[in-house]
């Protein structure tokens, strides 16, 4: 269709015509691929799961779990399981920004604390946050809070490093200038440190957004009443597969969205605004 | 002159630990600067010129010696003496406007006193209509420009300038070196202007110190008594930039054979012998030709001597300090 399209339109001598054409042949390539690749999946999977091969229990076709992200986004299920994830998943994220960029700033700061807690963040991080769930339980108990500590342990330590990093990284000709210029104490870390290391913090919070997700579905499925995660705990106890991969389905969108329209573009912006973006 | 100088530095040496070892930057620097004077500091790269920037601005204190801003110590780093970086080190988070307003904000000025501070100042060096600008989006000669408005909105008394227009092509520079010249004219401040440029030297000093390789020694003085504006171009400048090409050369040869002495870089020492000795006659009409312009020439005494008391140093055909300058 693409290449129909460019025999179409001859090549005008014009060289912004021509460049504009060339980028829509491009775009319509990309758009043409995806479409393709997702088209001969999805067929793919129905044709399969529809041959008897395998019962639908065990393995659905790909209509029923359509249906079911249909059905439960009109029954009420999934909106209210999204905003009761959404709403762990942000006080859990916001508390662990900001405890993790006051850590970060004390480990970027003194060398010591780098020393000390920086080899413990960095330990901690190897730690899967789910790991943390037991202790959660017996400290908090059947409890919101428990998920949330579980979020916060999953944040901490990635934005916490990246925030040391970006401050290690702050070109020492800048602090001098700074403190030349009278910058002591809270308008150093405010006026200066922090702005000059936000391209790594706001990197370290897109890294801390995709591990938070992780936690809050882990520990949704191992505990909680409401929540994606709960869901697709229950699609198995009732054993209706369609539903497990919708919450599945859900799960992605849900956080390819957050990540792409919000993440991505915080992220280029502050790149973009810094100078130090890649063109 | 009675009153107090601006600057005055006594005796000041400056040691470093590094991995290799000890490197010692300065070594019994001395120098006076009086009020509303531009004085430049002209010596090879890495001879440790920014130390004493560096000194003078408070970021690090001096291992022996005495620094004195109007007869008191430097203390901590502070707006009274500003620093211009080589590299602009403007803040890339921050528009144009807002970067020239940052020591202001320090000072504790309102957001319109401020706005209107710094929009006056970049009128001054032509860059009001970039106010709203980012760092990045400006040319090299653009941002030192902005360092410039940056640090005479604070209306320091003493300005020190660390080669800030070395990475500028030679128009941008010469455009820089006039503006200078015009503020300083408006304004009236002291400079300690550091570079490695004798023509830059010549151009911008009222008087210009010669510095040796490290560790770094006062080899010279001279003083340039032609009107100003001065540029680049200058006959005058010329003749005092060459009169300073040999000091430098000179001063190359400071530390040349103190052998056990000099732990300093050496390499540069070993090669710049033989174009010395080429120097020395030109450095001798050329003296000559500068007295012809008014240019007092006085020679400090330290370097001097030194150089009186090892003579067969400067004899840059001495095979055997010549190899010993090569193989540390």
Known sequence: MTALLAEKKPATPLERQRKKLSRWNKWGKVVAVIVAFYGIWLVGWEALAR???????????????????WENMVNGKFPVAILASMKRLLIGYFAALGIGMGLGLIM???????????????????????????????????????????????????????TSTGIRSIPPQLERAARNMGARGDSMVFDLVLPASLPHIVTGMKQGWSFAWRALIAAEMVYSTVGLGHMLMMGRELNDLAMVLAVMVVIVLVGLAADQLVFERLERAVHVRWGVARR | MAETPKLVMRKVCKIYATEGGEVEALRDVSLEVAEGEIVCIVGPSGC?????????????????GEILIDGKPPGKPGPDRLIMFQEGALFPWLTVVDN????????????????????????????????????????????????????LVMQPRLLLMDEPF???DAQTRDS????????????????????????????????????????????AERRVDAPRPRYIEDDAVIAAARLLLGDLKKGMEVHQGAGEEATGSREEGGHHGPASSRNDGKERSGREEGAGRGMEVREEGGAGKKNDAQGRMLDPTDPTGRTKEASP
């Open chain 2, 176 to 219: 820089l070196h006039a503006q200078l010249q015009e503020l300083w004219a408006e304004q009236k401040m002291t400079i300690l202007f550091v570079t490695h440029n004798v023509r830059e030297a010549a151009c911008l000093g009222d008087r210009v110190l010669v510095m040796s390789p490290r560790p770094a020694t006062m080899v």
């Open chain 2, 48 to 64: 440790g010129k920014s130390t004493l920037l560096n000194l003078i601005a408070g970021f690090e204190e001096p291992d022996s």
């Open chain 1, 108 to 162: 970027g700061r003194f060398q010591t604390a780098q020393t000390t807690l920086g080899s413990a963040s960095l330990g901690l991080q190897a730690l899967p946050s789910i790991a943390w769930l037991p202790l959660a339980l017996i400290w908090f108990g059947l409890d919101e809070s428990a998920i949330v500590f579980v979020i916060i342990m999953g944040v901490l330590f990635s934005v916490a490093m990246s």
């Open chain 1, 51 to 69: 041959s008897g091969l395998w019962p639908s229990y065990v393995f659905p076709p790909f209509t029923p779990v359509l249906q079911a992200i």
């Open chain 2, 166 to 168: 070395a990475a500028l």
């Open chain 2, 100 to 151: 020239v307003a940052f020591g202001l904000k320090m000072a504790g000025y309102t957001k319109e006193e401020r706005r209107a501070l710094a929009m006056a100042e970049l009128e001054k060096v032509g860059l009001e209509k970039f106010a709203k600008n980012r760092i990045h989006e400006l040319s090299v000669g653009m941002r030192q420009r902005v360092a410039l408005a940056r640090a």
